[in-house]
């Protein structure tokens, strides 16, 4: 059975996850600039680019499969090559995507991972093979979302290939982005349960077991609502309906969350905690609201599409890899989450602002301009959370404190 590793393991990886998740939300800070005030020198739809796959690439996967593959004690040479090649191609794709932008080079490069994430989820569903553990079963159903996912992906090059008609190549698009966002959720839970025994945090064990049992089914059914025209017909309606019933493994998981928060000694850990709870449940009602209707809305404003991604991505996900990241590598937690939540919070209300003409309401021009520098400015108000989380992970690390858990270190 797996069993958890000794502190020492992954270090490297996980700190280069920081560097991209860095480098890679700076450039959407001056992408939400840009909405201000356009600059010249930017070919925005590469810089949106270079932001988003880097995110995924370098942040998400890499730090993902670094922290699974030390929960699973696969520390060896083959998985230092897997994810020092996800670290390349992050970086390659970076640069390319920025350059460049959807050229050929750029989905070559960015086409490499599909094999060497596959080498990562073998790995991953090999070493977990035979163990019951909770968390190492969230592992496993983020795996089976980024076969999901692969297939997606697949499925959109068969259909360019046949020329089928746009809807069903954005299908096709979202099935892909939707399942990938759902490895995301479901591996950081993972991740999350097994860093809150390391630091004795009361865990509600059963409440995420229904959250898995449930999510799991129903979560990839939702992507049609993405897709302008993804909420009409039969498939429009099962999405619509598995939305509204997501709410309640998300429910489930975030009480867990919150009460694992209350049980954490002061510190910024139980904060982080709560807060990963308020991101999990806003999530949930954000989409359940697209199921009873109003996906129509975020189709149509861009605005109120980005806000529901980033309290996906950057709400519930980044912090949970974070949490989980500083609590193997040490560092202080709680300046940088006040900052990062604080800022998305902000962040939100300038987007949901912005997207208020969707809605069809008589509106001065300013409000919607207010909305987007309130946002803009909530954008850098995470980075300086990101920074703050980075300047403490390097300086516990220069003074050699790497720990494995706050059993080891004090609080976090
Ligand atoms: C301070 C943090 C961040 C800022 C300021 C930011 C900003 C932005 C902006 C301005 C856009 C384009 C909006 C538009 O086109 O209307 C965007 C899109 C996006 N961002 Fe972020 N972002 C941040 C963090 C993240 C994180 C952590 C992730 C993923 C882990 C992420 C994933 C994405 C994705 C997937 C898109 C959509 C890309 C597309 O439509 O092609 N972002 N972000």
Sequence with gaps: MATSRDPESMPFFLRTSIGFYLLATALGLVLRIFFVAPFGHLVFANALHAHSHTLYFGWGALG?????????????RASKAVLGAIAAIAAATFVSFLLSGYSPPSIAISSL??????WAAATIWRRSRGSTDLDVSFLRAGIVYLVLASLGALTRVALIALQAPTFYKSLAVFAFLHDFAWFFVLSVVGLLIERARAHGLHLDERLLRWQLRLSVPLAWLTFPLGVAGGANGLLGTIASVAAIA??????????????????????????????????????????????LGLAGLAVHSRHLAILYLHVLL????????????????????????????????????????????????????????????????GGAVVIAGGIA????????????????????????
Excluded: D, Q, Y
């Design 389 to 412: 989380w980075s300047v403490g992970a390097w300086r516990s690390a220069a003074k050699g404190e790497e720990r494995a858990s706050l059993a080891l270190h004090g609080p976090l």
């Design 246 to 291: 997501l709410v309640v493994p998300a429910g489930l998981g975030a009480t867990a969350l919150w009460r694992a928060g209350a049980s954490a000694p002061r510190g910024g850990l139980g904060a982080a905690f709560r807060w990963l709870a308020i991101w999990l449940a806003l999530e949930a009602v954000l989409s359940a609201a697209g199921g």
């Design 113 to 118: 991972s599909l094999g060497v994430w596959g």
């Design 314 to 377: 950057l709400g519930f996900v980044t912090l949970g890899l974070m949490v989980s990241t500083l609590s193997v590598l040490g560092g202080p937690l709680s300046a940088g989450s006040w900052l990062h939540n604080g800022g998305l919070s902000i962040m939100a209300l300038g987007l949901a602002a912005a997207g208020l003409p969707a809605f069809g309401l008589e509106l001065a021009p300013l409000v919607p301009r207010l909305g987007l520098i309130v946002a803009a400015f």
């Design 64 to 76: 993902i499969f670094a922290l699974a593959f030390r929960r699973l004690g696969a520390e060896g």
